[in-house]
């Protein structure tokens, strides 16, 4: 199986469909960085509902030994930095992105890059989704933001067009 590092979003969107377990059955591990953490507990403290971080087993926090300096200037949330610096450290490793700033510099480093459509696009592959209309309905109920072309581009991988 795969490894990989997720940002706020993904964790926030899954868990939000109660789709947030499909991140333990696609990968044998899966981080998140210190900064994503701080961002779903202020997150609860606010009053959202949010995952919490320590409820999942599977999930681990992990600091970045390092921030490239150059990157701190870009508009990139800390959780979104910190992320990828983690998986700059663990270059084979995916990175589950959904903004779109941070995907094209994690591509630019040369990072395999996931989003949470992804996510949902590998679990119905591997049976663990039924179907993908009503989930990427309930993803743009949740607050993503899914174009009707995204939307309908998804349900034709998935075979549902």
């Known amino acids: 199986m795969?490894?990989?590092i997720t940002n706020t979003s993904p964790l926030l969107y899954l868990y939000r469909i109660g789709q947030i377990e499909l991140l333990s059955r696609l990968?044998?591990?899966i981080i998140t960085a210190p900064a994503v953490n701080l961002e779903l507990l202020e997150g609860s403290r606010r009053g959202y509902d949010v995952?919490?971080?320590n409820d999942y087993p599977w999930l681990r926090i992990k600091q970045p030994e390092n921030i490239p300096s150059e990157w701190l200037v870009s508009d990139l949330g800390r959780g979104?930095?910190?992320?990828?610096?983690?998986?700059?450290?663990?270059?084979?490793?995916i990175i589950i992105l959904d903004d779109g700033l941070a995907r094209r510099i994690a591509k630019a480093a040369g990072l395999e890059v996931w989003g949470t459509l992804r996510i949902l696009l590998e679990g119905k592959r591997l049976g663990y989704l039924t179907?993908?209309?009503s989930v990427v309905d309930a993803l743009r109920q949740s607050g993503m933001w899914i174009s009707e072309d995204i939307?309908?581009?998804?349900?034709i991988l998935a075979g549902e067009a």
């Open 51 to 53: 995952p919490t971080v």
């Open 27 to 29: 990968f044998d591990a």
């Open 131 to 133: 179907e993908m209309t």
């Open 80 to 93: 979104e930095l910190e992320a990828i610096s983690l998986a700059l450290e663990r270059p084979k490793w």
């Open 151 to 155: 939307r309908r581009r998804i349900l």
């Open 2 to 4: 795969l490894e990989a």
